[in-house]
C-alpha cells in the first residue's frame, strides 16, 4: 500500500513540463506571444531560485512594447485520472503566496537582442517589484522585496516541543484533538476503553514500537529528531532545518518550499510547492516488503484528489493556537471530520484492514506481547470513526532558543 500511495502522490505532483518557449517575434511581425517553463524560464523570489512555474507573455512591438505577463503553475493530472474524461490540469501555487495565477501589465523595451521590463505591485497578500529579461528564448523574472502585508507572524522560529507527561494527559511534538462518542477497546470492551484523545495522545504516540536504526522510537521523539526548527519570514517563507534521513545529516528546508499567507486571527493558508518537494525527496524513499493482505485504497484516494489537490493553488487552511508557551498548528475538522467519517471509516471497515495492520507489525520488536490489547483497539478503530464528532490534527511546538 505504501507503494501505491508514493505513486500516486509522485504523480499527482508531477509538474507539467511539456510546454515550451514558442513566439511569433520576427522581422515581420510585431507581436510577441510566448510561453516558458523548465529550461526556458529562470524565476527568482528574493535572489533565491525557485523551480515548478510557468509564464506566458503577451505583447505588441506596435503599441509601445505594452503587454500582459502571467506567471503559474499547472500540475498535469491525466497521469491519476481515473478515466480520459477528468481535466488534465490542475493550477499550483502560484510564485508569490496567495495569487494561483499572477497577471501584470508590462511594459517590454528592446536594447538589442534582448527585451527587458520592470515594475512593481501589490496583491492581496504582498507586495513586491519585477525586474524580467528575455534573452532568446528564456525569460528571466526577478521578484524582489517581496514582503508580506500581515506580518503576525514574520520573524517567528519554532522547534518541536517537548515531551510532557502531566497526571492527566500526555502532551509533545504532535498536536491532536480527538472527541468521539466510542471508545478504543484495548481488551476490556468498548464500555471499558479509552476516550479517542487519551488513546492516541498519550499511547499510541508515545509509545517507542518504530524502527529507527538501531532503536525504537515513538512519534513523538521521531517528530523532535528530525524537525529541527522552522521559521516564519517576512516575505511569506517558511524556512529552517530538518534532519535528511537519507544522510542523518542536518538540511536547510529550501526556500520557495512552503510558504504562507496570514488570513485571519488564527488562520493561515499553507502553499506548498510540489516540484520542490519531490526535487528534495528523491532517492530518501523506500520500498515496503509484500504483505499477505490487500486493501482497496481507491475511495481514500479519490477523496484526496478532489479534496487536497485544489488546496495547491489556493492553500492549504491551518490553524493555530497559542496556550501555556505552546503554538499548536494543526489541520482543522472542516477538512479531517469527513476524512474520517468518510474514506477511512469505510477502510477501516474493510476485513482485511486489521489483519493487514498486525500483517504490518509482525516484525516489530515487542509487538507480539500487545497483541492483546492492538487487536481489540484497531478492530473498534471503525466505531470511534464512525462517533467522532471533532477532529484536529498537526504539531505542537516552543519558540526556537
Request: glycine share 8%; aromatic share 8%; charged share 15%.
Amino acid at each position: 500500500m505504501k507503494k501505491k500511495i508514493f505513486l500516486f502522490v509522485a504523480a499527482a505532483m508531477s509538474i507539467l513540463s511539456v510546454t515550451s518557449c514558442k513566439s511569433d517575434d520576427n522581422d515581420n511581425s510585431e507581436i510577441v506571444d510566448a510561453s516558458f517553463v523548465n529550461e526556458t524560464l529562470q524565476v527568482t523570489y528574493n535572489g533565491v531560485p525557485v523551480i515548478g512555474k510557468n509564464a506566458h507573455l503577451h505583447f505588441d512591438k506596435a503599441q509601445g512594447g505594452e503587454g500582459t505577463l502571467n506567471v503559474y503553475s499547472a500540475i498535469d493530472m491525466s497521469a491519476v485520472a481515473a478515466d480520459n474524461q477528468t481535466s488534465s490540469v490542475l493550477y499550483g501555487p502560484g510564485v508569490l503566496p496567495g495569487t494561483p495565477v499572477l497577471t501584470i501589465p508590462v511594459n517590454v523595451v528592446k536594447e538589442g537582442d534582448n527585451f527587458y521590463f520592470a515594475t512593481s505591485g501589490s496583491t492581496e497578500y504582498v507586495d513586491y517589484e519585477l525586474d524580467g529579461e528575455i534573452n532568446g528564448s528564456v525569460l528571466s523574472l526577478d521578484f524582489s522585496n517581496v514582503s508580506l502585508k500581515n506580518k503576525v507572524l514574520a520573524g517567528k522560529s519554532y522547534k518541536p516541543a517537548p515531551l510532557d507527561v502531566g497526571h492527566t494527559a500526555v502532551t509533545g511534538s504532535v498536536y491532536v484533538n480527538w472527541e468521539s462518542t466510542a471508545k478504543f477497546d484495548i481488551g476490556f470492551g468498548a464500555e471499558n476503553g479509552f476516550p479517542a484523545q487519551t488513546f492516541i495522545a498519550s499511547l499510541v504516540l508515545n509509545s517507542a514500537f518504530i524502527p529507527m536504526g538501531d532503536t525504537q522510537m515513538s512519534v513523538y521523539d521521531i517528530v523532535s529528531a528530525l524537525l529541527k526548527n522552522a521559521a516564519f519570514t517576512a516575505d511569506g517563507n517558511i524556512t529552517g532545518t530538518y534532519v535528511d534521513m537519507a544522510t542523518n545529516q542536518e538540511t536547510a528546508i529550501p526556500v520557495g518550499i512552503a510558504q504562507y499567507v496570514a488570513v485571519s486571527g488564527n488562520e493561515i493558508k499553507l502553499f506548498l510547492n510540489p516540484e520542490m518537494i519531490i526535487a528534495s525527496a528523491m532517492g530518501a524513499r523506500s520500498e515496503s516488503g509484500d504483505q499477505s493482505y490487500e486493501l482497496d485504497t481507491t475511495p481514500l484516494l479519490a477523496y484526496a484528489m478532489e479534496t487536497f489537490l485544489p488546496m495547491l493553488s489556493e492553500g492549504i487552511p491551518v490553524e493555530y493556537k497559542v496556550e501555556n508557551g505552546m503554538t499548536s498548528f494543526y489541520l482543522p475538522s472542516s477538512i479531517l471530520l469527513p476524512l474520517a467519517k468518510g474514506p477511512l471509516y469505510d477502510l477501516t471497515s474493510d476485513p482485511n484492514f486489521v489483519p493487514f495492520v498486525l500483517d504490518s507489525m509482525k516484525d516489530m520488536e515487542g509487538m507480539a506481547d500487545m497483541l492483546g490489547m492492538i487487536r481489540p483497539a484497531i478492530a473498534s478503530l471503525p466505531s470511534v470513526l464512525e462517533g467522532t464528532t471533532l477532529l484536529e490534527l498537526g504539531l505542537n511546538l516552543v519558540d526556537a532558543e
